[in-house]
């Protein structure tokens, strides 16, 4: 397909600037495998797994059979005091891979309804079990928790929150941010860090707002849309023993984290911390079809359960059309055991180790380069800001990668590499070398 055989005029498009789109458009009509075709025909290498979701690669046979036979068989049913066979299939194989007694799954569409829903569900158990009082939620600087209200509430990404101030949640705190800038370059490994990131949690955030007042503190395991920027070391076990504490509850947000990009099941899995409730989308379905959930621990659900009023009251007030989805749910089941018939999780973690190595032989001492970071099956490279245009250079090496036949992904003044699972040394090389030449390109 030619450009000039559509109008591009009616689409206004998420997280773009869409002015210089227009003059330069980039459209995709084809995928398989690691590739995309685009509008004039050319083959694109996928190096973000586009935006960390297609997992198991691109046009995948036995993912797309599962949602034919789906259409064919059962194609919706209303989740409301109904459900469909899919949808139990799906949470049992989810319940199944988290870790705990991570077993209880709460579906939705998406990351961005899925932090609100894990923030709806944190302000109903506490009222159930007689703390209705816990009503404050603590994110962190630069969190992504997609774009509701409440997840750009507890988000700390400041572009997502400038326009919407006036009706974020008031009664939001947030923590430090967890980079370490001694710690510039990370190769494979849990960074060791001299600052105490969880101090001012403990020493003001807590005693400010008094601890029996927070309902969730929420974060996600490895800050990715801010730039894959990676956790100190026992930096999560610490905070999960701060909620034990003080009777809060953490929330992983592993949208991106979650099925594999670790290596493991979940980032959870990964650092050995156990949530009270696991937000997950993306990868579950390998992109193609919208679904999300929050896997919650039994006693959420059970708390809620233990209730005085008749039986046929709702103990949750909330819920979504497409919530379980019979067709996304099929996609789901396809998904996983297609990941666990291939292994595809530990090659993950295997190749994310082949991606490091090349990040960090490749770009080091390049110009610009500030940091390189690289952990599971993503690695970032940081540049230098142009003064007074603040992620212009990577947007810029962004377009000049596209134009070379290599999709990375921009995330402020960091460029981020996450390819699929099924990635080879030779996509690697690829991505990795043209990415080179475009940072030295636009020194």
């Known amino acids: 397909m030619a450009y000039n055989d559509f109008d591009t005029g009616n689409h206004w498009l998420p997280f773009t600037p869409n002015r210089h789109f227009k003059k330069e458009p980039r459209v995709f009509v084809a995928a398989d495998g690691m590739h995309f075709t685009t ?19 691109h046009n995948r046979k036995p993912i797309n059979e599962a949602i034919k036979k789906q259409l064919d068989t059962l194609d919706y049913a209303t989740a409301f005091n109904a459900a469909n066979d899919q949808a139990f299939l799906a949470a049992q194989k989810i319940a199944a891979m988290a ?44 969190g992504y928790h997609g774009v509701g209200f409440g997840g750009m509430s507890v988000g700390g990404i400041p572009a997502n929150r400038k326009v919407y101030g006036t009706a974020l949640l008031p009664r939001v705190d947030h923590m430090r941010f967890i980079h370490d800038p001694a710690n510039a370059y990370i190769h ?27 309902a969730a503190i929420i974060v996600e395991p490895v800050a990715g849309s801010a730039g894959w920027y990676l956790p100190p070391k026992g930096y999560l076990k610490r905070l999960r023993e701060i909620c034990d504490k003080h009777g809060i509850l953490l929330i992983f947000d592993e949208v991106i984290t979650g099925f594999g990009r670790m290596g493991t099941s979940f980032g959870a899995d990964f650092y050995g911390v156990v949530p009270d409730m696991l937000n997950f989308a993306k990868c579950v ?43 996304s749910c099929a996609a789901a089941i396809a998904t996983l055991d297609l990941y666990q018939k291939e292994g595809l999780f530990p090659r993950a973690g295997e190749m994310g180790k082949v991606l490091g190595d090349a990040f960090h032989s490749t770009f080091k001492g390049l110009p610009n380069v500030v940091g390189i970071r690289s952990l599971g099956l993503a690695a970032a490279v940081e540049l230098a800001p ?25 995330a402020g003044d960091v460029v981020v590499i996450a390819p699929p699972y099924v990635v080879e040394k030779s996509h690697i090389d690829q991505l990795v070398n043209t990415l080179a030449d475009s940072i030295r390109q636009h020194a």
């Open 99 to 142: 870790p705990g007694d991570l077993n209880k799954v709460l579906f939705c569409n998406s990351g961005s309804e899925a932090a609100d829903t894990s923030m709806k569900v944190a302000l109903a158990y506490h009222r159930a079990r007689g703390e209705g009082h816990r009503n404050i939620f603590i994110g962190r600087e630069r």
């Open 39 to 57: 509008h004039d025909g050319r083959q694109v290498v996928d190096g973000i797994s586009s935006l960390w979701c297609v997992g198991a690669g």
């Open 386 to 410: 142009i003064a007074g245009l603040p992620g212009k250079r990577a947007y810029d090496i962004y377009l000049d990668c596209f134009r070379k036949g290599a999709l990375v992904r921009p």
């Open 285 to 327: 379905t390998n992109g193609v079809i919208p679904l999300g959930g929050v896997i919650c621990r039994d006693k959420l659900y059970d708390t809620m359960m233990k209730t005085d009023a008749p039986e046929h009251v709702i103990e949750f007030f909330h819920g979504y059309t497409y919530s379980g989805h019979p067709v």
């Open 188 to 214: 494979n490994q849990e960074p060791v860090s001299q600052e105490d990131y969880l101090l001012e949690l403990e020493q003001r955030i807590l005693p400010l707002h008094s601890p029996e007042n927070v």
